[in-house]
RNA sequence: UGGAGUGUAGCUCAGUGGGAGAGCAUCCCCUUCACACGGGGAGGGUCGUAGGUUCAAUCCCUAUCACUCCAACCA
């Protein structure tokens, strides 16, 4: 190990660079596929960002956190290995890249370039030269965070292994009748034009109006029914989405409601004017129906709503489709056709209020749905695509949680995953992209049956019509389905691997509660079904990290807080130690830029204390080390560790006094590593180092030091042994200087 | 609607059944031979509010208020 002078002052620009590059050279981050006799493993895999993205400061924090355990774990001997990689993030990609060609140029149409321009083949050539291109920079960043990753391991949801991964699963998941395909009812973006999950759809307040309707009552000839007052009976519907009436099939009423309770098993007439759009639907009566709630009856459009879909399927009802994939009331809706949905709600309130059926408008706040992605409103429509039946594969995925196979931290998540376990629906996985990995099913020309396999197959497995009659489905799965399959995909199955043997399950998953669902209880449900085993033994959840208001950072509100400058001004140690020292759980981190600061203070103290080290070994200091024992004191041959032991009782009261302060230190450290409470580990170094190392021994020992003879050797030797010490505990948290200081020591 | 979390000094946050803390900010002093990214000192809080348990509560219990987040099928 080579010592080398200190500069004047903590300047981790002179530093970090060089020492990650000394991390690699010497292959500090490898992790064997086997342990050594006696060794335990010790595994996480990264929440693989996005291959496009930057990196921010979640990702500072998540991959923070990450690093000072696995450091932890391998500075105690365990074969650790920390699995980077990164996401194709099919929508959020593909989205770039369409962005990126429309400032290009103009498609023959004269509007800006689009995907279709392209055709897919190009299209994906080029999104794979955006990957090569992007791919690299957030890798980069987390070295410069000091990230100790195994980079030889590095993955790619889209590489060769993970999309053999994932066929496999598609195959199996078929073969077992887990993945069908089906036409239901589904989220559909019409701006990114694709198919989306429910978890992929955000809920969100707006205004609306509650309009009410009238439904005149019918018989089954759909002749009016008269009251007993002669009148024309009929019932008032409150909806928010005035549009949908196109695709009413029934009326339905809570059965005891006294109001409607004869209507039951009568017929009503969709309110619209004739040419076949005005029909009769039957009223129907279930407890669902909410009495209290606008005028207590309901109007069910299977096909646009996902209630009305269960309500339909419950009572048989037909599903009348009206809206297209292109945001636009379909062909048979009459009048309305080619209207967008906005404009048709304008123009049936329009209509509907001269035929005087639109008795009431009322002010209505409600939610509807966005996509994630674009934040266009998302429609519940009626499409044909491709499902995971989810139930089979939830129960394990509960049960494991509640046996205690893996423990969430703060375990108050656990609640939360139960109660979306418990609530899941089947899980719609085709995407109409075409970034991510295209489903491995071909449909036959001839006889339309589906063939589903591991590569491109040679015939139809149902009429062996040979392969030229054979179409791939256009469509790819979900993101989410390959990082479903990361903790293992990336170990290398389905080959039977020693490095699977060896690491799977992973000890730790650390990430933000965000993506419990979207990720976390997918890999737990993917892991027990193709593993039989859990893929990680414990989940740790981090806090959000919020700019010093205690608002979310976003590009909108422009509080995003770069970490890379911070790394850059303040060096990636201080940056590190700040959010080490606040990510306690149970609390959002509002990241301050003087705090940030104080650590770097921090740094910058613990450099000095090194640095006073040193000048005590100079000569002009009263002499040199490396003569100067004459037998005062017994040398340290067996190690300093050892001598301390040996001596311990003989020493001066200070010298005493800071190794018990150590000695009492340890524990609190390694309990806040082992219990995930790291800001306690951090909290109880800083008090150490500043106060009780700096502020009270180092000074006290400049009298020893002085003094000279024994005094003076004996407090060099504990000096040693405590920063020795010290940088180690230290150095899961603060690397970089750590490791500098530590190859300063002669 | 249900669930969770938070509420402690001006700001950001630790913390514990018996003495109320840190960093930053503020004020004063100190360029003393590791460090001015420093040292010494000062001011500043009835630990959200109201009850209860206890010899004793900021910490435990109950209620209440405020903020935040999560889940959700009220058209």
Redesign the pocket.
């Known amino acids: 190990m080579p010592s080398h002078p200190l500069t004047?002052?903590?300047?981790p620009a002179a530093f970090e660079t060089k020492i990650y590059e000394y991390w690699e050279q010497n292959q500090c981050f490898r992790a064997s596929d086997t342990n050594a006799p006696g060794q335990k493993s010790f595994s996480m895999v990264i929440p693989p960002p996005n291959v496009t993205g930057v990196l921010h400061m979640g990702h500072a924090l998540t991959n923070t956190i990450q690093d000072i355990l696995v450091r932890w774990r391998r500075m105690h001997g365990d074969n650790t290995l920390w699995l980077p990689g990164t996401d194709h993030a099919g929508i959020a990609t593909q989205a770039q890249v369409e962005k990126a060609i429309a400032k290009e140029g103009k498609g023959p149409s004269g509007r800006p370039l689009t995907r279709h321009d392209l055709g897919r083949e190009a299209f994906l050539a080029r999104t794979w030269k955006w990957k090569e291109e992007h791919g690299s920079q957030i890798t980069f960043q987390l070295k410069r965070l000091g990230s100790s990753l195994d980079w030889s391991r590095e993955r790619f949801t889209m590489d060769e292994g993970c999309s053999s991964a994932v066929r496999e699963v598609f195959v199996r998941l078929y073969e077992e009748k887990l993945i069908y395909r089906g036409e239901r009812i589904i989220n559909w973006c019409p701006r990114c034009q694709t198919a989306l999950s429910?978890?992929e759809v955000i809920?969100s307040e707006r205004k609306g109006s509650?309009w009410h309707l009238i439904y005149k009552i019918v018989d089954e000839k759909g002749n009016a029914v008269l009251n007993p007052d002669q009148s024309e009976a009929q019932v008032v519907?409150?909806?928010?989405?005035p549009e949908t009436l196109l695709g009413d099939t029934a009326v339905?009423v809570h059965p005891e409601d006294e109001r409607y309770s004869h209507w039951i098993g009568k017929w009503a007439r969709v309110p619209l004017p004739g040419g076949g759009l005005s029909r009769t639907v039957p009223v129907i009566a279930d407890t669902?129906?909410?009495?209290?709630?606008?005028?207590?009856?309901?109007?069910v459009t299977p096909a646009h709503?996902?209630?009305d879909y269960d309500l339909g399927k419950k009572h048989g009802l037909a599903v009348l489709s009206v809206m297209g994939k292109d945001g636009r009331i379909s062909a048979d809706g009459g009048p309305y056709s080619g209207l967008k949905f906005s404009e048709a709600r304008e123009k049936v309130l329009l209509d509907l209020n001269e035929l005087g059926l639109l008795v009431r408008t009322e002010d209505?706040q409600?939610?509807v749905g966005l996509c994630q992605r674009c934040e266009t409103v998302a429609e519940p429509i009626i499409s044909k695509q491709w499902f995971v039946q989810i139930q089979p594969l939830a129960q394990p995925a509960i049960d494991a949680v509640k046996e205690g196979k893996i423990q969430f931290s703060?375990q108050?998540?656990e609640?939360?995953y139960y109660?979306?376990m418990n609530?899941i629906r089947d899980w719609c996985i085709s995407r109409q992209l075409w970034w991510g990995h295209q489903i491995p099913a071909w449909y036959c020309d001839l006889c339309e049956g589906i063939t589903v396999d591991r590569q491109t197959p040679r015939a139809c497995v149902h009429c062996q019509a040979v392969g030229s009659h054979l179409r791939q489905d256009e469509d790819v799965l979900d993101t989410w389905f390959s990082s479903g399959l990361w903790p293992f995909a990336t170990l290398g199955w389905p080959e039977k691997t020693e490095t699977l043997e060896t690491f799977y399950p992973t000890s730790i998953l650390e990430t933000g509660?965000?993506i419990?669902?979207f990720w976390v209880a997918r890999m737990i449900m993917m892991g027990l079904h193709f593993m039989g085993e859990v893929p990680f033994r414990k989940v740790y959840l981090h806090a959000?990290v919020?700019d010093?208001?205690?608002e979310?950072m976003s590009k909108s509100k422009g509080n995003v807080i770069d970490p890379l400058k911070i790394v850059d001004v303040q060096g990636a140690d201080p940056l590190r130690f700040t959010l080490a020292?606040?990510a306690?759980q149970?609390?959002?981190?509002?990241?301050?830029m003087?705090?940030v600061?104080?650590?770097?203070?921090?740094?910058?103290?613990l450099w000095?204390?090194v640095?006073?080290f040193h000048?005590q070994l100079q000569p002009q200091?009263g002499g040199a080390l490396e003569e100067p024992f004459q037998g005062l004191v017994e040398e340290p041959v067996e190690g300093l560790e050892n001598w301390i032991e040996k001596n311990y009782r003989e020493l001066d009261g200070f010298n005493q006094w800071i190794l018990l302060r150590l000695q009492k230190l340890i524990p609190v450290v390694e309990g806040g590593f082992q219990n995930f409470?790291i800001?306690?580990s951090a909290?109880a170094l800083?008090?150490f180092t500043?106060?009780q190392?700096?502020?009270w021994y180092?000074?006290f020992s400049?009298l020893s030091l002085?003094a000279g003879g024994r005094q003076r050797v004996e407090t060099i030797y504990t000096l040693r042994f405590v920063l020795e010490k010290l940088l180690r505990l230290l150095h899961p948290l603060i690397p970089f200087v750590t490791e500098e200081l530590w190859q300063s020591l002669p």
């Open positions: 004047p002052s903590f300047e429910d978890l809920p509650l519907i409150a909806t928010t989405r339905a669902y129906v909410d009495r209290e709630f606008g005028s207590g009856a309901l109007k709503d996902f209630n209505h409600h939610k703060p108050s998540w609640k939360t109660e979306w609530h509660f965000d419990i669902f959000m919020r010093e208001k205690g979310k020292i606040m306690g149970g609390r959002d981190i509002k990241l301050s003087d705090r600061e104080g650590y770097r203070a921090f740094c910058n103290k000095n204390a640095k006073f000048l200091q409470e800001n306690l909290q800083y008090e500043w106060h190392l700096c502020d180092i000074e400049k002085k």
